[in-house]
């Protein structure tokens, strides 16, 4: 029974890993689509703020567990995002300038697992490397390319 139950929290903690996956390339897609527009935004009366972590931590919310001790994403009309406080300190956002009007949003987020996950190493097997792990919490990252085009 014990084995079963590990089977079980393994298959849901893998399908969960697999739409934080797809969840990490909106966010990096978003943070690069945020830079692009970066001093695009000529309106006087526009209060649109464009920030590539903010726009990378609106969209990791959605795959964050926990409460975080900043304040949460506000958006106008809406209220607070739930969620975000945690996300945008456990996003981390970086673009590289690649030349030629191209760049690269590289995005770094800190995804805590929901169900318990068993180490194998007193066994001496070696578990599947998703990725770093960094205060038991798995470090994903995605990347995103954009060319800049002339108007």
């Known amino acids: 029974m014990p084995l079963l ?15 934080a996956d797809s969840v990490m390339q909106y966010a990096a897609f978003a943070a690069a689509r945020s830079e692009m527009v970066r001093g695009v935004n000529t ?29 949460a994403i506000e958006i106008p009309g809406f209220g607070q995002l739930k969620k975000s406080d945690y996300s945008q300190e456990n996003t981390d956002v970086a673009i590289e300038d690649l ?6 949003a590289i ?13 194998l190493n007193w066994l001496g097997l070696q578990a599947v490397d998703f990725g770093e792990l960094e205060d038991g919490k798995l470090l994903l990252e995605k990347r995103h390319r954009m060319v800049r085009s002339a108007p």
């Open 5 to 19: 139950l590990f089977v079980a929290f393994a298959i849901l903690q893998l399908s969960m890993l697999f739409v």
């Open 107 to 119: 995005v770094r987020f800190k995804y805590k697992f929901l169900f318990p996950v068993m180490s």
């Open 99 to 104: 030349g030629d009007g191209a760049f690269e």
């Open 43 to 71: 309106h006087e009366s526009s209060d649109l703020e464009v920030d590539p972590q903010k726009a990378a931590a609106m969209v990791t919310s959605l795959i964050s567990y926990g409460e975080g001790t900043t304040s």
